[in-house]
């Protein structure tokens, strides 16, 4: 029986209080199933820490996560004390990239029992996945500002795109698609506009796509594929993308499913040569921080996902029957974001208590 | 009484079906008002030219169309038989370009009589203005690629934001944003991720804010953004934002008020220096053309958008009030898209009788 290693950082914001609840639906899981945990929790990789040490992790972060299994990560920002490139890319973006977590695979779904803001969608209707290139693309701090400070500014930003990177996000997004049963996958682009980058990853899509006769491909522009999440969900099966269309696309699909507090991510190293990360789509969210009233589905979803990453499929799938019936479940025990009265913490523990 | 010169483009697809629809309406608007238009119809800037050319337009098309007032273009694109960035560069993209057209401004609003896609909106709920810069940032062709056709290929795409091009924009969307009674705006940015040029972006905003101490500012990451087109779209007045994310955004908007065959553009050069360019937001869809059964709407609104460009603030009035009508009134003078039998022809026929 493996013990899993996981850091458990729950950063900014709502991080910190969503994360009590996906430990307590762990705990559950320890309890229910043989599943050992081993868990480690850090306070670092946030703004506090910053505060007090002017950067986000320190200086052996690496060697202090490396022989960890998972990382289990709430939410990082707090842009009142630090910028958030500045508290980013000193913790997530770095874990993604060190870490070589290049697929951020994102379900959305529809749950029964969740309000749509779509009229007349039932679930079943958006049910798809997002695989998001997570460590190269548009995210880059290359590029530079000349006549700084003055009328003639310019500035250059640059995004790199590689054939390994690309290869790789594009084969983990066509075997998804191929093993499901629709063997559908939508590619975003926007090489009618941008000029350079996106026509060869055209290319690149249609090369991959020679191995994979039997999956039908959809390119999109990310103008009309964007507006398509409204108005066609269920064209949509596996949609792979670059990493800023992916991070575009993977807030507003599951606001189509009513709120992005529900939204998990699974931010992989599919050859597990470095852990692998697992957070909620939303952010630390300043606004409504301290209140106890944040949706912890999202964080929960996610710990599931870390589980069946780790191969305990059963655990996950015990959470997610938890999940669904908590969403049905009388309205004291959701939070207002679906139309309930729970907190944070009371919505959590309904969830622990059903798994 | 001015005479109004108007280069007229259809382009390409369903471009060459929604035209004929808008010149209806415009002849019935000089038969109502003292309007007085000199028309010339212009077949290049098409896929078809360039299959018989091998270009989208002649060589001297800039001094064919720089003393036009205004040109009424349709859409561009035959990806069947030109790619994309050949076609968009080659024409449109030029025109934005060349003829300085640095702002691109699209009314989002939800129109009565059209069903909304979004549970529980009613007309009054969606409108704003998306004002997206329409000269620089993300669309460029620099950049390039490196050990290209090898594995170790890696492709570098660069975007360009210029003081000039920047404060512009956010210039023009203060003052519009400050002209509407509840004088807000948002600023899209995606400073958390993009390092270089968005928190330069957000710095320009600042910057800009300080001589517009009256609205109300609100910085938002595209991300969450477009998931609050969906969730919130009532918090939003005048956005502004990039050009790629101005694409982005304003599809997105118009499929939240229920049809994107509705929402029209003004490419503006605001000094007219040279012509401004008004067209529809939706593209030449090949998949539906020669059925004559694409929306007709936006391509009126646009000519319609032109008017009042023109001074013609009657018209342009004349214009709306016959699209209102007909969309509330009979499903057989309206296209399928938004739930009637009409063709294209007839809906154009309906609204140009109202005029
Ligand atoms: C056709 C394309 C290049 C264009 C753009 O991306 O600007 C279109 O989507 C638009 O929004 O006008
Ligand atoms: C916080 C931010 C840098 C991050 C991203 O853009 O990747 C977030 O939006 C996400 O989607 O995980």
């Known amino acids: 029986q493996p013990v899993h290693r996981i850091a458990v950082i729950p950063g900014d914001g709502i991080g910190k209080e969503v994360m009590p609840e996906a430990l307590r639906v762990l705990q559950a899981v320890q309890q229910r199933f043989s599943v050992q945990l081993d868990l480690t929790p850090i306070a670092w990789a946030s703004c506090d820490h910053f505060a007090a040490h002017g950067d986000m992790m320190p200086p052996d972060w690496k060697a202090q996560l490396q022989d960890q299994h998972a990382l289990l990560f709430g939410a990082v920002g707090w842009p ?5 490139n500045v508290s980013l890319w000193g913790s997530l973006l770095k874990f993604r990239r060190e870490f070589d977590q290049y697929i951020n695979l994102r379900p959305v779904r ?6 749509c803001p779509l009229a007349g969608r039932k679930p079943g209707d958006i049910d798809y996945f997002i695989v998001r290139e997570n460590t190269e693309g548009e995210y880059t701090k290359l590029g530079g500002i000349m006549f700084e400070g003055t009328e003639r500014e310019v500035v250059i930003q640059e995004s790199v795109f590689s054939r390994h990177g690309s290869d790789r996000v594009l084969k983990y997004a066509f075997e998804l698609a191929n093993s499901r049963p629709r063997k559908h996958l939508t590619v975003a682009t926007k090489s009618n506009g941008i000029a ?14 020679a191995h994979y006769p039997a999956v039908a491909v959809d390119k999109q522009h990310i103008d009309i594929l964007s507006a398509r999440f409204v108005l ?5 099966d596996v949609v792979v993308a670059s990493n800023l269309f992916g991070d575009i696309l993977s807030d507003l699909g599951p606001a189509t499913t009513g709120t992005i507090g529900l939204a998990p991510s699974a931010n992989l190293n599919p050859e597990r040569t470095f852990p692998s990360l697992f957070e909620p789509v939303h952010g630390s969210a300043p606004d409504i921080y301290g209140q106890n009233i944040a949706n912890p589905v999202a964080m929960i979803w996610s710990a599931a996902l870390m589980l069946q990453f780790l191969g305990e499929q059963a655990a996950h799938d015990a ?4 999940i669904e019936a908590t969403l049905t479940g009388p309205r004291s025990e959701v939070t207002r974001d679906l139309g309930g009265s729970a907190s944070t913490t009371v919505m959590g523990q309904a969830i622990a208590a059903r798994v």
Chains 1, 2 share one sequence.
């Open 80 to 84: 009142a004390t630090v910028p958030d």
């Open 110 to 115: 529809l749950f029964e029992g969740v309000p």
């Open 196 to 209: 350079i980058s996106m026509p060869w990853w055209d290319g690149r899509a249609d090369a991959m796509h």
């Open 232 to 236: 066609q969900p269920g064209r949509f």
């Open 319 to 322: 959470i997610l029957r938890a």
